[in-house]
């Protein structure tokens, strides 16, 4: 399983702390992680090296995923998830129409392994909060089962029940 997993880097910083023997520098590592097959999580990790930054962000974003709900190679729903002032709005697109997104949001499309999406960046374009905000949305989908359960019936009761027509 671990060999599967793809590590997408989305930013890695300078950060300097001005001491009295002068500047020390360190570095900020943000890293995207999932398995193309529904699951992701991110990190960030602080290092006085950028490969060891990135190694310690890799390590936590592989611990701390999370599987989310897919339709093929889409998501189910349109959503809109929030993180500060940042909001990412999230649609699924029909087949062939690509990921449709930019910077942090296309790489978490990418390593969770949608292949069609249409995504919109609004307000703040920070991109630890962009891809907060991302992954917000992603984690208000539901499976067709869990709704189900939610409110009490079968899966077939809701697509019954629902105003979709059954052609």
Same mark, same amino acid.
């Given at each position: 399983?671990?060999?599967?997993?793809?590590? @997408?880097?989305?930013?890695?910083?300078?950060?300097?702390?001005?001491?009295?023997?002068?500047?020390?520098?360190?570095?900020? %590592?943000?890293?995207?992680?999932?398995? +193309? $097959?529904?699951?992701?999580?991110?990190?960030?990790?602080?290092?006085?090296?950028?490969?060891?930054?990135?190694?310690?962000? @890799?390590?936590?974003?592989? +611990?701390?995923?999370?599987?989310? !709900?897919?339709?093929?190679? @889409?998501?189910?729903? !349109?959503?809109?998830? $929030?993180?500060?002032?940042?909001?990412?709005?999230?649609?699924?697109?029909?087949?062939?129409?690509?990921?449709?997104?930019?910077?942090?949001?296309?790489?978490?499309?990418?390593?969770?392994?949608?292949?069609?999406?249409?995504?919109?960046?609004?307000?703040?374009?920070?991109?630890?909060?962009?891809? +907060?905000?991302?992954?917000? %949305?992603?984690?208000?989908?539901?499976? !067709?089962?869990?709704?189900?359960?939610?409110?009490?019936? @079968?899966?077939?009761?809701?697509?019954?029940?629902?105003?979709?027509?059954? +052609?």
């Amino acid at each position: 399983m671990e060999n599967n997993i793809v590590d @997408t880097v989305v930013s890695v910083r300078r950060v300097t702390k001005v001491t009295k023997g002068g500047k020390r520098f360190s570095f900020s %590592a943000f890293v995207v992680s999932g398995d +193309k $097959q529904g699951k992701i999580g991110f990190a960030s990790g602080k290092s006085r090296e950028v490969s060891s930054a990135i190694a310690k962000a @890799t390590a936590r974003a592989r +611990k701390k995923m999370i599987a989310i !709900p897919l339709r093929g190679a @889409t998501i189910t729903y !349109p959503v809109l998830g $929030q993180q500060g002032a940042s909001k990412v709005l999230l649609r699924s697109a029909s087949k062939g129409t690509g990921v449709i997104a930019g910077g942090a949001v296309r790489a978490i499309m990418e390593a969770l392994g949608v292949k069609d999406v249409l995504a919109k960046s609004l307000g703040s374009a920070n991109q630890q909060n962009v891809a +907060k905000a991302t992954l917000n %949305a992603l984690a208000k989908l539901r499976t !067709p089962g869990h709704l189900a359960r939610l409110r009490g019936k @079968t899966v077939e009761e809701l697509v019954r029940g629902s105003n979709v027509s059954a +052609k």
